[in-house]
């Protein structure tokens, strides 16, 4: 089974400044068409889970573009470049590679 | 536009079955991958399972044993049976439609993750 872990585990931030998450996966996620099967999603308080980034760099469909994902094979970053915030809750980091893993997540919250 | 109704009983007693049903709206379900996640309060999100092709599944390994998901095509609905439930089953149980799709005619790929989710639905175990 992959094994996602993701760091740190509870983020402050203060809105305006940039902030960056790290996933890391027990196997490369990079897949023989190219392709890193990783995912990231922000849970806010009291909602569903929703997308934000696909396949390691694609921003979901009305994701605002301060978001990006970036990294390959075990070694994935969530950045985002300016906080606001909106941006509170639980970021999660998702391997579909082989089935799915949940990584156990990271608390943003504003300092 | 697509949407997810998560449905169930909201008490369940341990060692008998949770049963949970998944309206969908806005899609057929004969043409996606439709999957279950739970998230037992205050913690995070794990995935259950996901079936495709309206009967292939794949389950979670650590509740592969006690998981069934199916699809009713009739009725557009996505269905959870997980049995003998203990009270480490209480949770918030979320539908998902997962997308991804070869198309092997136009060699096109498409992937774009759990991109739609139902509200959840709160399961708890006790006697």
């Known amino acids: 089974d992959i094994v996602m872990t993701q760091s740190p585990l509870s983020l402050p931030v203060t809105p305006g400044e940039a902030a960056s998450i790290s996933c890391r996966s027990s196997q490369s996620l990079l897949h023989s068409n190219g392709y890193n099967y990783l995912d990231w999603y922000l849970q806010k308080p009291g909602q569903s889970p929703q997308i934000l980034i696909y396949l390691g760099s694609n921003r979901a469909s009305g994701v605002p573009d301060r978001f990006s994902g970036s990294g390959s094979g075990t070694d994935f970053t969530l950045k985002i470049s300016r906080v606001e915030a909106e941006d509170v809750g639980v970021y999660y980091c998702?391997?579909?590679?082989?089935?799915?893993?949940f990584g156990g997540g990271t608390r943003v919250e504003i300092k | 536009q697509v949407q997810l109704q998560e449905s169930g009983p909201g008490l369940v007693k341990p060692s008998e079955t949770l049963s949970l049903t998944c309206e969908v709206s806005?899609?057929?379900?004969?043409?996606?991958?439709w999957s279950w996640i739970r998230q037992p309060p205050g913690k995070g999100l794990e995935w259950i399972g996901y079936i495709y092709n309206s009967g292939r599944a794949n389950y979670n390994p650590s509740l592969k044993s006690r998981v069934t998901i199916s699809v009713d095509t009739s009725r557009n609905q996505l269905s959870l049976k997980l049995s003998s439930v203990t009270a480490a089953d209480t949770a918030v149980y979320y539908c998902?439609?997962?997308?991804?799709?070869?198309?092997?005619?136009?060699?096109?790929?498409?992937?774009?993750?759990?991109?739609?989710w139902g509200q959840g639905t709160t399961v708890i175990v006790s006697s």
């Open positions: 806005g899609a057929s379900i004969s043409s996606y991958y």
């Open positions: 998702v391997q579909t590679l082989q089935s799915l893993t």
């Open positions: 998902a439609r997962y997308y991804d799709f070869y198309n092997g005619t136009s060699y096109e790929y498409f992937y774009y993750g759990l991109d739609v």
